[in-house]
């Protein structure tokens, strides 16, 4: 996905995509667990993920760290310019603080735990999804690339410790679940080449078989983990 236009959850995506990508379902299912949530998208890029927070019914804020993405972003909600190192809001502000990806690019990831924890309500929820370096292609790659559309790779993780990490930080973690041995590659391909869309069922067929025994080398996972305390 081109986070550098405008994007809305859908349009450029075919249904067969949700049978490989497993955080959307649980999600929804903590999204839809109280009538009004207050919701922060951290690093919320041009508002992908906003625009599918919406769709739940549920009206998200957004914040990121460069100007033009919070331009793009707004068009599916409030946002504003702000690090996730420094969240400027009241502590015990919001019932989900949602980080997609963004985690890794964060030099220091303990002040932002400290931060998302500071924020959250008493039995908040931060729901993370990330990139590990258990896949080979991601450390490989991350070696040749160690940036992504501009943004530094500052916090490199693997699924295990950063799981272990979410605890030593204050957080109870419910689930945590690997996933995309090397479907992460098709998610880029057809941003490139829209035609290759088409293509897509194959791929996912592809995955869910690598995926029964290759699990452990996900390049992506997610958890939902909620504030002790």
Not at 1 to 19: C, L
Not at 136 to 145: A, D, F, Q, S, T
Request: charged residues 20%; contains cysteine; neutral net charge.
């Amino acid at each position: 996905m081109d986070y550098r236009k405008p994007v809305t959850f859908g349009e450029n995506w075919s249904p067969s995509r949700y049978k490989v990508l497993p955080y959307f379902a649980v999600e929804k299912q903590v999204f839809l667990r109280a009538s009004t949530p207050k919701i922060l998208d951290l690093g919320c890029a041009a508002g992908w993920n906003m625009s599918r927070f919406k769709q739940y019914g549920r009206s998200p804020i957004g914040i990121d760290v460069v100007p033009d993405r919070v331009q793009l972003a707004a068009h599916h909600g409030p946002v504003a310019i702000a690090s996730g190192l420094d969240l400027p809001f009241p502590s015990e502000t919001f019932d989900i603080i949602y980080i997609q990806h963004v985690l890794h690019h964060i030099g220091d990831v303990a002040q932002a735990l400290r931060e998302v924890r500071r924020c959250l309500k008493p039995g908040g929820v931060l729901f993370l999804v990330e990139t590990t370096e258990d896949n080979p292609i991601i450390r490989w790659g991350r070696r040749l690339y160690p940036k992504w559309l501009g943004d530094e790779i500052n916090a490199p993780f693997y699924f295990t410790e950063l799981k272990e990490t979410l605890a030593q930080d204050g957080f109870q973690v419910e689930t945590a679940v690997q996933y995309s041995v090397l479907f992460w590659l098709w998610e880029i391909l057809p941003d490139h080449f829209p035609i290759m869309e088409k293509l897509t069922p194959i791929f996912v067929a592809i995955e869910q078989l690598m995926v029964k025994t290759f699990r452990r080398q996900s390049a992506h996972c997610f958890y939902v983990a909620v504030k002790n305390g």
